[in-house]
């Protein structure tokens, strides 16, 4: 079974940067997806940005689209996210998934990292 652990998060000011890194292991990890979602205090979990593994084509939530960068490292089973321009919004905890099929569920999930902007 795949087992997803992020690392990265903390206590940035407000106009700067993270990066946080998701990394995977377990028998013959081959995901179709990996993305990134955030849960900020009281309100539901949102989609960030996603990259299909094969072929490294991303997408992004709204929120985020031209300030955050999903990328990964295939040799090294690991996914990260450039978060730039964070402001106090962007507060969060971020969390690692992936998914075996394009027609599956993130099913996979990392236990989340938090990501704290300051004014």
């Known amino acids: 079974q795949v087992q997803l652990v992020e690392s990265g998060g903390g206590l940035v000011q407000a106009g700067g940067s993270l990066r946080l890194s998701c990394a995977a292991s377990g028998r013959t990890f081959s995901p179709y997806e990996m993305g990134w979602f955030r849960q900020a205090p009281g309100k539901e979990r949102k989609f960030v940005a996603g990259i299909i593994w094969s072929t490294d084509s991303t997408y992004y939530g709204d929120s985020v689209k031209g300030r955050f960068i999903i990328s990964r490292d295939n040799a090294k089973n690991t996914m990260y996210l450039q978060m730039n321009s964070l402001n106090p919004d962007d507060t969060a905890v971020y969390y690692c998934?992936?998914?075996?099929?394009?027609?599956?569920?993130?099913?996979?999930w990392g236990q989340g990292t938090q990501v704290t902007v300051s004014s």
């Open positions: 998934a992936a998914k075996a099929w394009v027609s599956s569920n993130y099913h996979y």
